[in-house]
C-alpha cells in the first residue's frame, strides 16, 4: 500500500524537529559535569550532567537574526557594535566575555547608559561556581525583575531555560577558578 506524500512529508517533518529539539536540550546545564542539577535552577535534574556550551552556542543565542531571533544585538537599540547599550557590546568578535568578572556597568558608556551604574555590582563574580552576578541576575527567565535596569532581553521573546542554562553554563567555564 502506497502512502499519501503528504503523509510522507509530515513524517520527515517530524523527524526533523525531533532532531533540532534533541539538539538544542544538549546546550547544557548549569550543572557541573558528573552532578545533579536542581529543578527550576536549568540543572539537568538527574546525574551525569552535560558538558558547558561553547562561546559559540552563547554568541547563537544572542545574536539577532533577520529569521525571528530577536536576541540582543539589534541594530541601533540593544547590546550591537554601534553605540551598545549600558557601554556592552555583545556582538561576535567583540569579545563581551573577556569584559564581565569583577567589572561593573559602566557611567555614561553606549547610546543607552547603564541603570545599574554606582550600585556595587559587577556582572560576573570572580570565582563563582556556578556563575553568578548581575549579567546572570538580568537574563534569568525565573525572574521578571532585575536588582537593576531592566531584566533582559528587553524585546520578547524572554530567554528559554535551555538557554539560560547554556549561557550560565559557559559563564561559569570564565568565572570559577
Do not use: E
Request: glycine fraction near 16%; include cysteine; charged fraction near 10%.
Amino acid at each position: 500500500m502506497k502512502r499519501p506524500a503528504t503523509f510522507t512529508q509530515n513524517v520527515r517533518a517530524l523527524v526533523v524537529l525531533s532532531a533540532l529539539a534533541v539538539g538544542a536540550v544538549g546546550c547544557g546545564s548549569s550543572a557541573s559535569p558528573g552532578t545533579s542539577g536542581a529543578a527550576g535552577t536549568g540543572g539537568g535534574g538527574g546525574a551525569g550532567g552535560s558538558a558547558a556550551c561553547t562561546l559559540d552556542m552563547v554568541q547563537t543565542i544572542f545574536t539577532s537574526t533577520s529569521t525571528g531571533n530577536t536576541g540582543c544585538t539589534v541594530l541601533g537599540a540593544c547590546h550591537d557594535n554601534a553605540g551598545a547599550a549600558a557601554g556592552l557590546d555583545l556582538t561576535a568578535g567583540s569579545g563581551w566575555q573577556n569584559k564581565l568578572v569583577g567589572k561593573a556597568p559602566m557611567d555614561g558608556a553606549g547610546s543607552l547608559p547603564s541603570k545599574c551604574t554606582g550600585k556595587s555590582l559587577t556582572y560576573l563574580t570572580a570565582g563563582s561556581t556556578p556563575a553568578a552576578g548581575l549579567f546572570i541576575d538580568k537574563i534569568n527567565p525565573v525572574t521578571s525583575t532585575a536588582p537593576c535596569g531592566d531584566h533582559m532581553p528587553n524585546l520578547p521573546p524572554p530567554l528559554t531555560m535551555t538557554q539560560f542554562a547554556c549561557v550560565r553554563s559557559y559563564l561559569t567555564t570564565i568565572t570559577s577558578p
